[in-house]
């Protein structure tokens, strides 16, 4: 009697969750998010049908298509104006935003620099900044930093002007469209291309380089953790001083008002954008295999069930934000495509800090670099296959276990746990000053301040040593310490 009644109370939150989402987003965005979660149900998404290989010499449609239109859409007006035929597809519209993004100036300098924006559209595009943001943790402290995600950007606004200048330069979009499969030639890439509606027969296209885009859909998204995100853009939260409030100009960068519940650290965000709107997530870090169908829309239940707990007010959903952002934890093999002419990029790649995922900073930093790599690649396809390899910052070495660790997080009477040791991390950050707290969470921290940290971190909270070993087999925390010891020498 009570399961069934926890089980159909469940039931009723997730359809009010699903009419909530439906009466801010519409239809499409509904359908988007229920693909999404479908797409869960089995263990890891595998390629499509294959179409037949080019032969050798011969000409593709296109030397780039981008499969997939969100943020990796900015690369297209970069390499079409290197000189390269493009196309990019989606299965849904090109150019919508499904995510609001924050940046530091940073980022915010590399999208002016990238020359696809003149400073001051990308000054337009910038709707808030933060003087600082703040990392809170349940029954422990509040965390003050500065120079770490305050600028908050018009996520539409960037993506639909991107999407206007590679029109302009003769990029081919390709809306409504989804990549079935590939099969790979000498010289070109086949490619299985479907309006995505049952039933659509597909169309054969060919290019030099596929640039698989597609995010955690990607059959190639291997990467071994994954981060589960609900929220969206809220009005008639309440403003001013207080925890429970939102400041303007004060952006929320990590959030607990509990422990671990359902197996889960469940985490917040909050991050202010136009007048009386913010941008609020929930989300938790858990291993990619641990995530089932269904878990977007349950997690949306969760959200509309406990957002008082964390903001009080008159909340109100207007735009629904949500995805799985997957995450590497470096102590497994890469994501990584097959043969020479595919690349996989963004969110498939899984190159952004598996600890704070912040996808948005590492693309744009790179997004220059990214490009060209991409039209080298085009052009000598028997290089040196790089770009899914290089540039991972070296602290990625040692987050990647501590984000390992969250996904697993213990239970029970050690629910508290979790908490008490971000709390612990947290302070020892805050302690080493603003520079190397940043830094962190920029993904920017040194191979020696890293380990200086968790040196720190372990001499307050010993218990540190049994939670790494309850969470993680001997042979990743081996693992762990090799690559913590080789960006170390690195760095000498």
Not at 52 to 74: K, T
Not at 75 to 99: E, Y
Not at 439 to 450: C, G, I, S, V, W
């Amino acid at each position: 009697m009570s399961g069934g009644g926890a089980s159909g109370s469940a039931a009723r939150e997730i359809d009010a969750a699903r009419g909530r989402v439906r009466e801010a987003g519409g239809e499409a965005l509904l359908a988007r998010l229920e693909h999404l979660d479908a797409a869960r149900a089995a263990p890891a998404p595998r390629p499509g049908p294959s179409p037949r290989p080019p032969d050798r010499g011969a000409i593709a449609d296109y030397d780039v298509v981008v499969a997939g239109g969100g943020l990796s859409l900015l690369l297209a007006p970069l390499l079409a104006s290197a000189g390269l035929r493009v196309a990019v597809l989606d299965r849904a519209r090109i150019g919508a935003a499904h995510r609001e993004w924050n940046a530091g100036t940073a980022e915010v300098a590399a999208l002016s620099a990238s020359g696809i924006f003149t400073g001051d559209e990308i000054e337009r595009l910038v709707i808030a900044r933060y003087v600082e943001g703040l990392c809170r943790w349940h029954g422990g402290g509040t965390y003050p930093v500065r120079g770490v995600l305050d600028h908050a950007i018009d996520a539409g606004g960037l993506l639909a002007a991107a999407r206007a200048r590679a029109a302009a330069l003769g990029v081919t979009l390709l809306d409504g469209h989804a990549l079935l499969g590939h099969a790979e030639g000498p010289d070109a890439v086949a490619l299985a291309v479907a309006e995505a509606q049952p039933g659509a027969a597909p169309r054969a296209l060919s290019a030099r380089l596929l640039v698989d885009a597609r995010g955690a859909a990607s059959p190639y998204a291997t990467a071994d953790l994954l981060c589960p995100t609900v929220g969206g853009v809220l009005t008639g939260l309440s403003e001013g001083d207080g925890e429970r409030r939102i400041r303007p100009d004060v952006g929320e960068i990590l959030a607990t008002t509990e422990d671990v519940e359902e197996g889960r650290q469940h985490l917040w965000e909050a991050f202010p954008g136009r007048p009386g709107e913010t941008t609020i997530y929930l989300f938790y870090y858990a291993r990619s295999g641990d995530v089932g169908p269904g878990a977007l829309l349950s997690l949306y239940a969760r959200f509309f069930r406990l957002l008082s707990r964390y903001k009080e007010g008159d909340a109100r959903l207007v735009r629904p934000t949500f995805g799985f952002i997957p995450g590497w934890s470096r102590l497994s093999a890469a994501p990584r495509a097959p043969g020479r002419r595919v690349r996989l990029v963004g969110d498939a790649a899984a190159r952004h800090s598996p600890l704070t995922f912040c996808g948005f900073g590492a693309n744009v930093r790179e997004l220059a670099t990214t490009a060209a790599e991409l039209a080298r690649a085009v052009r000598e396809p028997g290089a040196r296959r790089t770009l899914a390899a290089a540039r991972d910052a070296p602290v990625h070495s040692g987050t990647g276990a501590l984000a390992a660790l969250m996904a697993k997080p213990a239970g029970g009477a050690r629910a508290g746990e979790m908490n008490a040791l971000l709390n612990t991390a947290f302070a020892v950050l805050h302690a080493m000053g603003n520079d190397a707290y940043a830094a962190l969470l920029r993904d920017e921290m040194q191979p020696a301040d890293f380990v200086r940290f968790l040196r720190e971190t372990a001499a307050r909270r010993p218990e540190v040593y049994r939670e790494v070993v309850s969470a993680l087999p001997l042979r990743a925390i081996g693992r762990w310490g090799a690559g913590l010891a080789r960006e170390l020498y690195r760095a000498r």
